[in-house]
Protein backbone atom coordinates (compact mmCIF):
# COMPACT_ATOMS: atom_id res chain seq x y z
CA UNK A 1 0.00 0.00 0.00
CA UNK A 2 2.22 2.53 0.85
CA UNK A 3 4.85 1.87 -2.35
CA UNK A 4 1.65 2.26 -4.28
CA UNK A 5 1.08 5.50 -2.31
CA UNK A 6 5.11 6.77 -2.95
CA UNK A 7 4.10 5.57 -6.51
CA UNK A 8 0.81 7.87 -7.42
CA UNK A 9 2.39 10.59 -5.31
CA UNK A 10 5.41 10.71 -7.89
CA UNK A 11 2.75 10.15 -10.92
CA UNK A 12 0.68 13.02 -9.42
CA UNK A 13 3.93 15.32 -9.00
CA UNK A 14 4.96 14.34 -12.77
CA UNK A 15 1.59 15.48 -13.94
CA UNK A 16 1.85 18.61 -12.20
CA UNK A 17 5.30 19.54 -13.43
CA UNK A 18 4.48 18.44 -16.73
CA UNK A 19 7.16 15.88 -17.21
CA UNK A 20 7.13 14.37 -20.60
CA UNK A 21 8.99 10.88 -19.57
CA UNK A 22 5.13 10.13 -18.20
CA UNK A 23 2.66 9.82 -20.75
CA UNK A 24 0.06 12.14 -19.67
CA UNK A 25 -2.98 9.83 -20.07
CA UNK A 26 -1.16 7.03 -18.04
CA UNK A 27 -0.21 9.53 -15.44
CA UNK A 28 -3.46 10.67 -14.78
CA UNK A 29 -5.03 6.83 -15.02
CA UNK A 30 -2.70 6.20 -12.28
CA UNK A 31 -3.63 9.17 -10.28
CA UNK A 32 -7.71 8.61 -11.03
CA UNK A 33 -7.34 5.46 -9.94
CA UNK A 34 -5.89 6.38 -6.46
CA UNK A 35 -8.07 9.13 -5.83
CA UNK A 36 -11.31 6.82 -6.52
CA UNK A 37 -10.04 4.15 -4.50
CA UNK A 38 -8.91 6.45 -1.56
CA UNK A 39 -12.13 8.76 -1.87
CA UNK A 40 -14.06 4.70 -1.75
CA UNK A 41 -12.03 3.73 1.50
CA UNK A 42 -12.78 7.08 3.12
CA UNK A 43 -16.38 6.04 2.19
CA UNK A 44 -15.84 3.13 3.58
CA UNK A 45 -14.48 3.92 6.99
CA UNK A 46 -16.99 6.35 7.34
CA UNK A 47 -20.16 3.75 6.31
CA UNK A 48 -18.24 1.47 8.15
CA UNK A 49 -18.08 3.82 11.55
CA UNK A 50 -21.99 4.07 11.00
CA UNK A 51 -22.43 0.65 10.95
CA UNK A 52 -20.35 -0.48 14.15
CA UNK A 53 -22.28 2.91 15.92
CA UNK A 54 -25.75 0.79 15.10
CA UNK A 55 -24.44 -2.45 16.12
CA UNK A 56 -23.05 -0.45 19.67
CA UNK A 57 -26.41 1.01 20.09
CA UNK A 58 -28.18 -2.28 19.41
CA UNK A 59 -26.10 -4.01 22.03
CA UNK A 60 -26.56 -1.71 24.64
CA UNK A 61 -30.73 -1.71 23.66
CA UNK A 62 -30.04 -5.44 24.20
CA UNK A 63 -28.78 -5.17 27.82
CA UNK A 64 -31.13 -2.43 28.70
CA UNK A 65 -34.18 -4.20 27.60
CA UNK A 66 -32.97 -7.56 29.57
CA UNK A 67 -32.42 -5.43 32.36
CA UNK A 68 -35.88 -3.77 32.10
CA UNK A 69 -37.40 -7.15 31.62
CA UNK A 70 -36.01 -8.84 35.05
CA UNK A 71 -36.54 -5.64 36.75
CA UNK A 72 -40.21 -5.94 35.56
CA UNK A 73 -40.21 -9.86 36.33
CA UNK A 74 -40.52 -8.70 40.08
CA UNK A 75 -44.05 -7.34 39.95
CA UNK A 76 -45.83 -10.11 37.72
CA UNK A 77 -46.43 -13.53 38.21
CA UNK A 78 -45.71 -13.84 34.70
CA UNK A 79 -42.92 -13.04 32.47
CA UNK A 80 -45.95 -13.00 29.51
CA UNK A 81 -47.68 -10.34 31.52
CA UNK A 82 -44.68 -8.35 32.59
CA UNK A 83 -43.66 -7.93 28.90
CA UNK A 84 -47.21 -6.32 28.07
CA UNK A 85 -47.54 -4.27 30.80
CA UNK A 86 -44.90 -2.15 29.70
CA UNK A 87 -44.56 -0.42 25.86
CA UNK A 88 -41.60 -0.33 25.57
CA UNK A 89 -41.02 -3.53 25.72
CA UNK A 90 -44.31 -4.65 24.17
CA UNK A 91 -42.80 -2.73 21.12
CA UNK A 92 -39.60 -4.35 20.64
CA UNK A 93 -39.63 -7.79 21.78
CA UNK A 94 -41.24 -9.94 19.01
CA UNK A 95 -41.31 -13.21 21.03
CA UNK A 96 -39.33 -14.43 24.77
CA UNK A 97 -38.28 -17.97 25.80
CA UNK A 98 -36.75 -20.38 27.99
CA UNK A 99 -35.13 -23.83 27.20
CA UNK A 100 -34.59 -26.19 29.49
CA UNK A 101 -31.30 -28.67 29.59
CA UNK A 102 -32.57 -30.78 27.33
CA UNK A 103 -33.30 -27.72 24.28
CA UNK A 104 -37.31 -28.50 24.63
CA UNK A 105 -39.28 -24.97 24.99
CA UNK A 106 -40.04 -24.67 28.88
CA UNK A 107 -41.77 -21.29 28.93
CA UNK A 108 -42.47 -18.64 25.76
CA UNK A 109 -44.16 -15.89 24.55
CA UNK A 110 -44.61 -14.65 21.16
CA UNK A 111 -43.43 -16.11 17.80
CA UNK A 112 -40.33 -18.73 18.74
CA UNK A 113 -38.37 -22.05 17.86
CA UNK A 114 -40.23 -25.07 19.70
CA UNK A 115 -37.03 -26.29 20.15
CA UNK A 116 -34.04 -24.74 20.38
CA UNK A 117 -31.14 -25.47 17.52
CA UNK A 118 -27.91 -24.76 19.25
CA UNK A 119 -26.01 -25.36 15.56
CA UNK A 120 -27.00 -21.56 14.94
CA UNK A 121 -24.45 -21.03 17.57
CA UNK A 122 -21.71 -22.61 16.17
CA UNK A 123 -20.10 -19.88 13.86
CA UNK A 124 -21.36 -17.08 16.21
CA UNK A 125 -19.15 -15.53 18.67
CA UNK A 126 -19.72 -15.16 22.20
CA UNK A 127 -19.45 -12.26 24.80
CA UNK A 128 -17.45 -13.02 28.00
CA UNK A 129 -21.27 -12.54 29.80
CA UNK A 130 -22.47 -15.53 27.69
CA UNK A 131 -24.63 -13.51 25.13
CA UNK A 132 -24.89 -14.44 21.70
CA UNK A 133 -26.46 -11.34 19.35
CA UNK A 134 -27.85 -12.94 15.75
CA UNK A 135 -29.01 -10.63 13.03
CA UNK A 136 -31.96 -11.67 11.40
CA UNK A 137 -31.30 -10.09 7.75
CA UNK A 138 -35.37 -11.63 6.76
CA UNK A 139 -37.12 -10.78 9.43
CA UNK A 140 -35.10 -7.54 9.85
CA UNK A 141 -34.80 -8.55 14.12
CA UNK A 142 -31.80 -9.10 16.13
CA UNK A 143 -32.22 -12.61 18.24
CA UNK A 144 -31.04 -11.83 21.64
CA UNK A 145 -29.43 -15.71 23.13
CA UNK A 146 -27.87 -16.10 26.52
CA UNK A 147 -26.53 -19.18 28.27
CA UNK A 148 -27.34 -19.16 31.67
CA UNK A 149 -26.22 -21.98 33.87
CA UNK A 150 -27.04 -20.76 37.27
CA UNK A 151 -25.62 -21.32 40.66
CA UNK A 152 -26.93 -18.91 43.08
CA UNK A 153 -28.03 -20.44 46.78
CA UNK A 154 -32.33 -20.87 46.19
CA UNK A 155 -34.67 -18.51 47.08
CA UNK A 156 -37.39 -19.38 49.92
CA UNK A 157 -41.01 -19.62 48.18
CA UNK A 158 -43.47 -17.43 49.42
CA UNK A 159 -46.28 -19.51 51.71
CA UNK A 160 -49.06 -18.13 49.52
CA UNK A 161 -48.07 -19.77 46.29
CA UNK A 162 -48.19 -23.72 46.74
CA UNK A 163 -45.31 -25.30 44.40
CA UNK A 164 -46.77 -25.87 40.67
CA UNK A 165 -48.13 -21.63 40.59
CA UNK A 166 -46.22 -20.17 37.25
CA UNK A 167 -44.40 -17.81 39.82
CA UNK A 168 -42.67 -20.61 41.44
CA UNK A 169 -41.91 -22.43 37.80
CA UNK A 170 -40.19 -18.99 36.93
CA UNK A 171 -37.80 -18.69 40.11
CA UNK A 172 -37.56 -22.41 40.40
CA UNK A 173 -35.91 -22.22 36.29
CA UNK A 174 -33.70 -19.39 37.09
CA UNK A 175 -32.56 -19.81 40.43
CA UNK A 176 -32.50 -24.24 40.93
CA UNK A 177 -28.69 -24.78 42.45
CA UNK A 178 -28.50 -27.66 39.93
CA UNK A 179 -26.18 -26.83 37.00
CA UNK A 180 -27.28 -27.50 33.14
CA UNK A 181 -27.77 -25.91 29.72
CA UNK A 182 -30.30 -23.13 29.75
CA UNK A 183 -30.87 -20.79 27.20
CA UNK A 184 -33.18 -17.48 26.99
CA UNK A 185 -34.27 -16.56 23.84
CA UNK A 186 -35.43 -13.07 22.97
CA UNK A 187 -36.37 -11.85 19.57
CA UNK A 188 -35.91 -8.41 19.83
CA UNK A 189 -36.94 -5.35 16.80
CA UNK A 190 -34.21 -3.20 15.96
CA UNK A 191 -35.84 -0.67 13.24
CA UNK A 192 -33.02 2.23 13.48
CA UNK A 193 -30.31 -0.58 13.21
CA UNK A 194 -31.58 -2.01 10.42
CA UNK A 195 -32.63 0.99 8.76
CA UNK A 196 -28.69 1.91 9.24
CA UNK A 197 -28.28 -1.14 7.90
CA UNK A 198 -29.85 -0.81 4.67
CA UNK A 199 -29.30 2.61 4.36
CA UNK A 200 -25.03 1.63 4.31
CA UNK A 201 -25.77 -1.17 1.98
CA UNK A 202 -27.62 0.51 -0.71
CA UNK A 203 -25.17 3.67 -0.50
CA UNK A 204 -21.80 2.51 -0.12
CA UNK A 205 -21.95 0.89 -4.10
CA UNK A 206 -23.73 4.30 -4.80
CA UNK A 207 -21.00 6.61 -3.35
CA UNK A 208 -18.36 4.31 -4.93
CA UNK A 209 -20.21 4.36 -8.56
CA UNK A 210 -20.80 8.24 -8.18
CA UNK A 211 -16.89 9.04 -7.04
CA UNK A 212 -15.70 7.04 -9.88
CA UNK A 213 -17.92 8.72 -12.51
CA UNK A 214 -16.84 12.17 -10.75
CA UNK A 215 -13.66 11.31 -11.11
CA UNK A 216 -13.41 9.91 -14.73
CA UNK A 217 -15.17 13.40 -15.37
CA UNK A 218 -12.34 15.55 -13.47
CA UNK A 219 -9.96 13.44 -15.63
CA UNK A 220 -11.80 13.66 -19.04
CA UNK A 221 -12.05 18.16 -18.09
CA UNK A 222 -8.21 18.17 -16.82
CA UNK A 223 -6.99 16.50 -20.20
CA UNK A 224 -9.36 18.53 -22.33
CA UNK A 225 -8.10 21.58 -20.31
CA UNK A 226 -4.22 20.61 -21.37
CA UNK A 227 -5.09 19.73 -24.98
CA UNK A 228 -6.52 23.29 -25.17
CA UNK A 229 -3.48 24.75 -23.45
CA UNK A 230 -1.29 22.42 -25.58
CA UNK A 231 -3.61 23.88 -28.49
CA UNK A 232 -2.81 27.76 -27.41
CA UNK A 233 0.56 27.19 -26.41
CA UNK A 234 0.68 25.99 -29.96
CA UNK A 235 -0.87 28.36 -31.33
CA UNK A 236 1.90 30.93 -29.81
CA UNK A 237 4.55 28.73 -31.29
CA UNK A 238 2.55 29.58 -34.70
CA UNK A 239 2.65 33.22 -34.20
CA UNK A 240 6.09 33.32 -33.09
CA UNK A 241 7.13 31.29 -35.90
CA UNK A 242 5.25 33.51 -38.63
CA UNK A 243 6.68 36.57 -36.99
CA UNK A 244 10.09 35.21 -37.09
CA UNK A 245 9.81 33.11 -40.94
CA UNK A 246 8.56 36.32 -42.05
CA UNK A 247 11.10 38.20 -41.18
CA UNK A 248 14.02 35.63 -41.96
CA UNK A 249 12.32 35.40 -45.31
CA UNK A 250 12.21 38.87 -45.82
CA UNK A 251 16.44 39.84 -44.62
CA UNK A 252 17.45 36.05 -46.28
CA UNK A 253 16.00 36.26 -49.86
CA UNK A 254 17.91 39.14 -51.24
CA UNK A 255 20.77 38.21 -49.64
CA UNK A 256 20.73 34.67 -51.67
CA UNK A 257 20.27 36.23 -54.12
CA UNK A 258 23.24 38.14 -54.51
CA UNK A 259 24.74 35.10 -53.46
CA UNK A 260 23.97 33.36 -56.41
CA UNK A 261 24.65 35.80 -58.62
CA UNK A 262 28.38 36.51 -57.12
CA UNK A 263 28.86 32.83 -57.70
CA UNK A 264 27.36 32.48 -61.04
CA UNK A 265 29.60 35.54 -62.15
CA UNK A 266 32.89 33.54 -60.08
CA UNK A 267 31.89 30.73 -62.65
CA UNK A 268 32.55 32.81 -66.12
CA UNK A 269 35.56 34.74 -64.70
CA UNK A 270 37.05 31.97 -62.93
CA UNK A 271 35.84 28.97 -64.96
CA UNK A 272 39.39 26.41 -63.98
CA UNK A 273 39.96 28.11 -60.22
CA UNK A 274 37.96 27.56 -57.18
CA UNK A 275 34.51 25.09 -59.04
CA UNK A 276 34.53 23.10 -55.57
CA UNK A 277 34.06 26.10 -53.08
CA UNK A 278 31.66 27.40 -55.55
CA UNK A 279 30.00 24.05 -55.62
CA UNK A 280 29.99 23.80 -51.96
CA UNK A 281 28.51 27.92 -51.22
CA UNK A 282 25.66 26.55 -54.40
CA UNK A 283 24.79 23.82 -52.10
CA UNK A 284 24.15 25.62 -48.87
CA UNK A 285 21.98 28.37 -50.21
CA UNK A 286 19.80 25.50 -51.61
CA UNK A 287 19.39 24.32 -48.11
CA UNK A 288 18.88 27.56 -46.89
CA UNK A 289 16.46 28.25 -49.70
CA UNK A 290 14.66 25.12 -48.77
CA UNK A 291 14.58 25.75 -45.25
CA UNK A 292 12.54 28.86 -45.82
CA UNK A 293 10.40 27.28 -48.34
CA UNK A 294 9.23 24.64 -45.50
CA UNK A 295 8.98 27.20 -42.86
CA UNK A 296 6.61 29.03 -45.40
CA UNK A 297 4.67 25.28 -46.01
CA UNK A 298 4.16 24.58 -42.71
CA UNK A 299 2.66 28.34 -41.62
CA UNK A 300 0.15 27.87 -44.70
CA UNK A 301 -3.26 27.41 -44.34
CA UNK A 302 -3.80 23.82 -43.43
CA UNK A 303 -6.91 22.77 -45.57
CA UNK A 304 -6.31 24.20 -48.96
CA UNK A 305 -8.05 23.39 -52.04
CA UNK A 306 -9.56 20.43 -51.16
CA UNK A 307 -10.02 17.55 -54.33
CA UNK A 308 -10.67 14.23 -54.55
CA UNK A 309 -7.53 12.33 -54.76
CA UNK A 310 -6.40 8.65 -56.08
CA UNK A 311 -4.10 7.49 -52.90
CA UNK A 312 -2.90 4.67 -55.28
CA UNK A 313 -1.65 7.13 -57.98
CA UNK A 314 -0.60 9.82 -56.26
CA UNK A 315 1.99 7.57 -53.94
CA UNK A 316 3.02 5.93 -56.97
CA UNK A 317 4.14 8.98 -58.87
CA UNK A 318 5.96 10.58 -56.13
CA UNK A 319 7.89 7.22 -55.36
CA UNK A 320 8.52 6.82 -59.05
CA UNK A 321 9.88 10.18 -58.82
CA UNK A 322 12.09 10.29 -55.44
CA UNK A 323 12.79 6.26 -55.43
CA UNK A 324 12.89 5.40 -59.37
CA UNK A 325 10.37 2.92 -58.71
CA UNK A 326 6.93 1.90 -57.70
CA UNK A 327 7.55 1.28 -54.04
CA UNK A 328 3.25 -0.20 -53.39
CA UNK A 329 2.96 -3.50 -52.82
CA UNK A 330 1.54 -5.52 -55.96
CA UNK A 331 -1.75 -6.42 -53.66
CA UNK A 332 -2.51 -3.40 -51.97
CA UNK A 333 -5.85 -1.31 -53.01
CA UNK A 334 -5.77 1.04 -55.48
CA UNK A 335 -8.89 2.59 -55.57
CA UNK A 336 -8.98 4.11 -52.48
CA UNK A 337 -9.89 7.91 -52.43
CA UNK A 338 -9.16 10.51 -50.54
CA UNK A 339 -10.23 14.57 -50.22
CA UNK A 340 -7.34 16.48 -50.05
CA UNK A 341 -5.22 19.57 -51.12
CA UNK A 342 -2.67 18.23 -53.76
CA UNK A 343 -0.08 20.12 -52.87
CA UNK A 344 -0.73 19.65 -49.14
CA UNK A 345 -0.86 15.87 -49.98
CA UNK A 346 2.41 15.49 -51.95
CA UNK A 347 4.23 17.41 -49.27
CA UNK A 348 3.09 14.87 -46.82
CA UNK A 349 4.73 11.48 -48.85
CA UNK A 350 7.34 13.69 -50.06
CA UNK A 351 8.57 14.40 -46.61
CA UNK A 352 7.96 10.92 -45.33
CA UNK A 353 9.55 9.24 -48.71
CA UNK A 354 12.93 11.58 -47.53
CA UNK A 355 13.10 10.58 -44.57
CA UNK A 356 12.89 6.96 -45.55
CA UNK A 357 15.55 7.54 -48.23
CA UNK A 358 17.40 9.20 -45.55
CA UNK A 359 17.13 6.67 -43.18
CA UNK A 360 20.36 4.93 -43.91
CA UNK A 361 18.67 1.65 -44.96
CA UNK A 362 18.75 0.11 -48.37
CA UNK A 363 16.43 2.62 -51.26
CA UNK A 364 15.27 -0.95 -52.49
CA UNK A 365 13.82 -1.67 -48.85
CA UNK A 366 10.92 1.07 -48.79
CA UNK A 367 7.51 -0.21 -49.49
CA UNK A 368 4.35 1.12 -49.04
CA UNK A 369 1.02 -0.49 -48.86
CA UNK A 370 -2.88 1.20 -48.72
CA UNK A 371 -5.68 -1.12 -47.20
CA UNK A 372 -9.39 0.28 -45.88
CA UNK A 373 -10.51 -0.27 -42.57
CA UNK A 374 -13.90 1.20 -41.08
CA UNK A 375 -14.19 3.89 -43.60
CA UNK A 376 -10.20 4.94 -43.85
CA UNK A 377 -7.46 4.60 -46.04
CA UNK A 378 -4.24 3.43 -43.76
CA UNK A 379 -1.23 4.37 -46.06
CA UNK A 380 1.92 2.59 -44.27
CA UNK A 381 5.64 3.32 -45.48
CA UNK A 382 8.16 1.42 -44.22
CA UNK A 383 11.81 1.22 -44.30
CA UNK A 384 15.10 -0.95 -43.10
CA UNK A 385 17.07 2.28 -41.45
CA UNK A 386 18.70 2.68 -38.19
CA UNK A 387 15.19 3.54 -36.66
CA UNK A 388 14.86 6.12 -34.37
CA UNK A 389 15.58 6.52 -30.63
CA UNK A 390 12.68 5.49 -28.28
CA UNK A 391 13.44 9.21 -26.40
CA UNK A 392 13.23 10.92 -29.85
CA UNK A 393 9.87 9.21 -30.73
CA UNK A 394 8.00 11.64 -28.50
CA UNK A 395 9.21 14.73 -30.40
CA UNK A 396 9.51 13.59 -33.98
CA UNK A 397 6.28 16.05 -34.52
CA UNK A 398 7.42 18.71 -33.01
CA UNK A 399 8.84 21.62 -35.59
CA UNK A 400 12.44 21.95 -35.82
CA UNK A 401 13.50 18.90 -33.80
CA UNK A 402 15.81 16.26 -36.09
CA UNK A 403 18.41 13.74 -34.98
CA UNK A 404 19.59 14.38 -38.55
CA UNK A 405 22.82 16.44 -39.22
CA UNK A 406 21.64 17.95 -42.50
CA UNK A 407 17.90 17.49 -41.66
CA UNK A 408 15.64 20.52 -41.12
CA UNK A 409 13.55 18.92 -38.67
CA UNK A 410 9.89 20.19 -40.07
CA UNK A 411 8.97 17.61 -42.44
CA UNK A 412 6.91 15.62 -39.93
CA UNK A 413 5.63 18.69 -38.30
CA UNK A 414 4.11 19.60 -41.58
CA UNK A 415 3.05 16.54 -42.65
CA UNK A 416 1.05 15.98 -38.97
CA UNK A 417 0.02 19.39 -39.62
CA UNK A 418 -1.74 18.76 -42.88
CA UNK A 419 -3.18 15.13 -42.01
CA UNK A 420 -4.70 16.23 -39.08
CA UNK A 421 -6.40 19.88 -40.84
CA UNK A 422 -8.48 16.70 -43.35
CA UNK A 423 -9.45 14.87 -39.80
CA UNK A 424 -6.70 12.40 -40.29
CA UNK A 425 -4.19 10.73 -38.17
CA UNK A 426 -0.12 9.91 -38.40
CA UNK A 427 2.20 7.96 -36.23
CA UNK A 428 6.08 6.56 -36.42
CA UNK A 429 6.89 3.62 -34.85
CA UNK A 430 10.01 1.22 -34.67
CA UNK A 431 9.77 -1.69 -36.55
CA UNK A 432 10.61 -5.17 -34.25
CA UNK A 433 12.36 -6.48 -37.74
CA UNK A 434 14.59 -3.06 -37.97
CA UNK A 435 13.88 0.40 -39.62
CA UNK A 436 10.80 2.57 -38.85
CA UNK A 437 7.12 2.56 -39.99
CA UNK A 438 5.00 5.71 -40.85
CA UNK A 439 0.95 5.16 -40.60
CA UNK A 440 -1.16 7.89 -41.97
CA UNK A 441 -5.23 6.98 -41.82
CA UNK A 442 -7.02 9.57 -44.06
CA UNK A 443 -11.02 9.45 -44.06
CA UNK A 444 -11.66 7.48 -47.43
CA UNK A 445 -13.69 10.03 -49.82
CA UNK A 446 -17.04 8.53 -51.36
CA UNK A 447 -19.33 9.84 -53.84
CA UNK A 448 -21.40 10.43 -50.81
CA UNK A 449 -19.24 13.38 -50.15
CA UNK A 450 -19.50 15.16 -52.99
Given at each position: ????????????????????????????????????????????????????????????????????????????????????????????IAGFALYGPDLSLVYHWGTV??????????????????????????????????????????????????????????????????????????????????????????????????????VVYIRHLYLRNREYRNRIEA?????????????????????????????????????????????????????????????????????????????????????????????????????????????????????????????????????????????????????????????????????????????????????????????????????????????????????AHG
Open positions: MIPALHQCLRMSRALLKGDSSIPLRTASGIVAVFCWFFCSALTGFVMGGMRDRARLIRDNDNEQILSTLFASFRDYADLGAAIESNPVLKEQPLVFDESILDNQQRSRFGRYTIPDTKGHRVTFILYAPMHPPPQPRREAEPPGTRRYMMQDLFMHPRSGRRYIYIDIIHPAYWRVQTFTTVLFPLCCFGILGLQKNLVMLGTAASTLAHEIKNPLLSIRLQTGILRKLFPDKGQEEVIIIDEEVERLSALIYRVNDYLREAQGHRLPLNSYAMLAEISQRLCSRNILQAKTLKTGMIHMDPHRARSVFENILRNALESGGPPEAISASITRNNGALVIRISDRGRGIREEDLKRVFDPFFTSKSTGTGIGLSISKRFVEAVQGAITVENQVTGGTLVTVMLPEYTT
